[in-house]
């Protein structure tokens, strides 16, 4: 018999139950579905960063064996270029305002300029090598620095949503009254993704409706986006991602071959794959932009912040205003009263940015936090002390209180786990052999964001007693569907183990793209709603019941557990669901829940926090960094499952010393291309590069993001993590870093 889990199954750290599954190879991946009849699309992209494709010669593709060649002079022109809108706001999603091979203009390197399909992947792979292309070439800018002299500053950024000046207070007149100053800019490089699985788009034609396979973090965002470039009903469109092999932003928004798939398909009349290659996806899927913020830090005698300037500057693309939102944490966290904050934009021969891992705040913290701590340097105070001291008991840009808070207690967890100590810090670093031991601490925050629409689940309780749930929503390695059964089974009192979840499917209820944070929170909010509206009606059968033994219960008495319906205040009374719905000849009892998202002028402030403490080696002569331990401890509200959410952090976490010691993507001027698109050169850290990690949770009760008080963690774990490293170095060495990633020169 199978043993019965102890109530409640939240919070407990049951295995993924896709586990099996990937590590025996039996889940399929979009590239590995198998469609009789596909032909294999393979793109070709343009080897100029700015310019006109003069003409395309694809006889020689054709002769190898290719099924057909587009390029702009043949392939149909989209219905509509859909606005630039976040995914998870539950519509159609592009990644950019541009839809390639609908002219003969060039803006990026590296932009499709031709697909190559095949009935084999390798005859296609070939023959896209065989295209060739005459231009008409024009100087590209990609490079920062390049641009500096062209910025701009559009009044709105980040889809038209946020305005590029924000401002309360009078920072000038605080910063003529310091006792304390920080000035420093901070440089980081662009970024890219680098998930495991390549991008990937399959489409299947059935008369007028379309099934489309893709790698994507949301199967509804896919829908609604191939829909309107396609001019059909998102009905006409069916989108099935049942494994999805990472994303970190790179598969949030819809990009041109997620389209290209199902266009071509309905052109061929045949399935259509459509499969990016490492390389293509530092072409394909955005990045994160190269980008200079500076910051002007200002502090009484006491310590009290009270004022920050905080200025960016960014390259965009040709087409979109777009920046990654890096000033907002860091000007709420420590209840600043004064302050300043733009962005202003280059555009360069760049696709748009977007989003990545911690998108905006894994920055803008940077830039903040080593400020703080020279700030601390300045006024000879402990940081952790300084911190605490300033951290803001109520959100400065409203004014309201926070929905839940647990910063405070998070710095006190991590410092005691890492054992920090004001007198060890200030006397200095401490060596070991050749090496310098350096402290580093960084504030962890990131805001809870909710859909702008209802979220929607399905639970069908069956005649045997188990459960099925299914949500149109997809796991791209954060768990979803193990958290799916936890919320469900403490819900309607059912076992673990006897709960199927279906998900990955836009037939299934609607759930909008899991970024930012929000799929834990509002998936989580969706099934439990489901599940509690189906326990109503099980409840009103059993008490309406004459056979049952609940018969005239008060529904509000009767409460679920272990398969069962029982009276609270008569524990003796019960009856299992298979009985009850057996005798009422039921095969089933199912509802669809649908939640509503709380509105964000609701009165509260709404971040979740962290912190984190780091320990550095660096070798002063070879200019080497190893990081030894990190040790942080986070307030994500409620903990669905523990495994997987120290999981969630412990990935945040390296990728944050990723971010400070390793990556960049370099830009080659000369033609606009990235110098190092391959894992071999885009530097990304490897088991020997990991440290020692401590991970701690603070629950914290939250009654307003949604019923269960599921804050989010999965951008948090990165937020802080990279200042922390850095400011660890700079303790070690007394050098204060200010590009990003830390390279050897700028140790020796």
């Known amino acids: 018999m199978t043993a019965t889990v102890p109530r409640p199954l939240i919070g407990r750290g049951f295995d993924r139950v896709d586990g099996r599954a990937k590590v025996t190879g039996a889940a399929h991946y979009t590239a590995e579905i198998p469609l009789p009849g596909v032909a294999h699309a393979v793109l070709v992209g343009a080897q100029i960063g700015s310019g006109t494709v003069l003409s395309i010669d694809t006889a020689a593709a054709m002769a190898a064996g290719a099924v057909a060649v587009f390029t702009h002079e043949n392939l149909p022109k989209v219905a509509a270029i859909p606005p630039l809108l976040p995914s998870g706001m539950g519509g159609a999603a592009p990644g950019q305002t541009f839809f390639p091979m609908q002219d003969n203009t060039i803006h990026y390197f590296g932009q499709p300029i031709a697909v190559v399909l095949a009935d084999t992947f390798e005859v296609a792979q070939y023959a896209a090598e065989l295209v060739t292309a005459d231009y008409e070439r024009r100087e590209p800018l990609i490079d920062l620095a390049d641009g500096r002299d062209d910025q701009y500053q559009p009044e709105r950024i980040f889809c038209d949503l946020v305005p590029s000046a924000q401002s309360r207070g009078d920072f000038a007149a605080a910063a003529k009254q310091a006792a304390h100053t920080i000035d420093a800019t901070f440089h980081f490089a662009a970024n890219h993704h680098n998930p495991i699985e390549c991008s990937a788009t399959a489409a299947v034609w059935d008369g007028d409706t379309v ?15 191939v829909a309107a470039y396609l001019g059909i009903s998102p009905s006409n469109v069916r989108v099935i991602a049942h494994y999805v092999g990472g994303g970190f932003g790179a598969k949030a928004m819809i990009w041109p071959h997620v389209t290209l798939a199902p266009m071509l398909a309905r052109e061929l009349g045949r399935p259509v794959k459509v499969v990016l290659d490492r390389e293509q996806m530092f072409y394909g899927t955005g990045l994160r932009e190269e980008q200079e913020q500076h910051v002007t830090l200002v502090a009484d005698d006491a310590g009290t912040f009270t004022g920050l300037r905080h200025h960016k500057l960014s390259v965009t693309s040709p087409f979109d205003d ?3 939102l890096s000033l907002g944490v860091a000007g709420q966290a420590y209840g600043i009263p004064n302050w300043d904050a733009q962005y202003k934009l280059i555009r360069g021969n760049t696709m748009t940015p977007t989003f990545m891992r911690g998108p905006g705040e894994a920055s803008g913290m940077v830039a903040m936090e080593c400020a703080v701590e020279a700030m601390a340097d300045q006024l000879g105070m402990d940081p952790m002390a300084l911190r605490l001291h300033n951290h803001a008991a109520i959100d400065p840009e409203s004014g309201h209180p926070w929905s839940s808070d647990g910063y405070v207690d998070c710095v006190n967890l991590a410092a005691e786990r890492f054992g920090w100590s004001a007198d060890a810090y200030r006397d200095g670093p401490r060596t070991d052999g050749n090496w310098l031991i350096g402290w580093g601490m960084g504030t962890a925050g990131y805001p809870v964001f909710t859909p702008g629409q209802p979220q929607r689940a399905h639970a069908r309780l069956l005649a045997d007693g188990s459960l099925i749930v299914q949500a149109g929503t997809q796991d791209f390695g954060t768990g979803v569907a193990t958290t799916m059964a936890q919320v469900a089974g403490d819900a309607l009192g059912i076992e673990f183990d006897r709960i199927r979840v279906d998900i990955g499917d836009t037939d299934y209820p609607n759930i909008a793209a899991a970024v930012g944070s929000m799929g834990a929170g509002m998936i989580s909010a969706a099934v439990h709603t489901a599940c509690t509206d189906l326990l109503a009606q099980v409840v009103s059968l059993a008490v309406e019941d004459a056979d049952s033994p609940l018969r005239g219960c008060a529904p509000s008495d009767i409460e679920c557990d272990a398969g069962a319906l029982r009276a609270r205040t008569n524990p003796a009374l019960r009856e299992d669901y298979s009985t009850l719905l057996q005798r009422n000849h039921l095969n089933d ?49 409620r903990v669905l499952n ?3 959410a120290r999981s969630q952090v412990l990935g945040g976490m390296n990728w944050g010393l990723s971010q400070a010691l390793m990556e960049a993507t370099l830009p080659d001027p000369r033609d606009g291309s990235w110098a190092n698109p391959s894992l071999l050169e885009y530097l990304l850290p490897v088991n020997a590069d990991a440290p020692e990690v401590d991970i701690s949770f603070v629950e914290v009760e939250d009654r307003v993001v949604n019923p269960l008080g599921v804050k989010g963690l999965g ?33 020796i």
Do not use: C
Request: glycine share 10%; no cysteine; aromatic share 6%.
């Open 211 to 225: 099934t489309v396979y893709d790698a994507t973090q949301g199967v509804t965002a896919t829908q609604a986006t």
């Open 715 to 747: 951008e948090l774990g990165m937020v802080g993590a990279a200042a922390a490293i850095l400011n660890a170095v700079s303790h070690a060495t007394g050098k204060r870093i200010r590009e990003i990633p830390v390279r050897i020169e700028h140790l």
């Open 322 to 324: 777009w920046a990654e």
């Open 589 to 637: 009892i199912e509802a669809i829940g649908t939640w509503q998202p709380p509105a964000q002028d609701e009165p509260y402030g709404r971040i979740s926090f962290g912190a984190l403490f780091a320990e550095v080696a660096v070798d002063p002569e070879l200019g080497l960094v190893r990081v030894r331990r990190m040790v942080g401890a986070y307030a994500p509200g």
């Open 642 to 644: 523990a495994k997987l």
